[in-house]
């Protein structure tokens, strides 16, 4: 079992910046790829930003690149995600995700994640 918890959501103005955390419990932490996906009030979860387990290979929505950065440490057991240019678009419920895969790769697709976070809050204002 995985656990993630999720930090550094906030409010912020268009044009700021955030940086996202996810501190997974796994002792095995390095050997899962992880994501980002959110959800915004009625709309579908939407893929953000996916990493491999080794950090070599990363994927992002078409919307965020150029502006968002996905990394990784797996000596701290935790997944980033740094969010530049943010735009009110961007307001969403963050989550981020671990993939129970052996292959060193990065998922978009939500149903290939075994284990999610509770979310945190992301609130862009113009």
């Known amino acids: 079992q995985v656990q993630l918890v999720e930090s550094g959501g906030g409010l912020v103005q268009a044009g700021g910046s955030l940086r996202l955390s996810c501190a997974a419990s796994?002792?095995?932490?390095?050997?899962?790829?992880m994501g980002w996906f959110r959800q915004a009030p009625g709309k579908e979860r939407a893929f953000v930003a996916a990493?491999?387990?080794?950090?070599?290979?990363?994927y992002y929505g078409d919307s965020m690149k150029g502006r968002f950065t996905i990394s990784r440490d797996n000596a701290k057991n935790t997944v980033y995600l740094q969010m530049n240019s943010l735009k009110p678009e961007d307001t969403a419920v963050y989550y981020c995700?671990?993939?129970?895969?052996?292959?060193?790769?990065?998922?978009?697709?939500?149903?290939?994640?075994?284990?999610w976070g509770q979310g945190t809050q992301v609130t862009v204002s113009s």
């Open positions: 995700a671990a993939a129970d895969r052996i292959y060193d790769l990065g998922y978009t697709d939500w149903n290939e994640y075994d284990y």
């Open positions: 796994a002792r095995t932490f390095s050997t899962f790829p």
């Open positions: 990493i491999s387990w080794s950090g070599g290979s990363t």
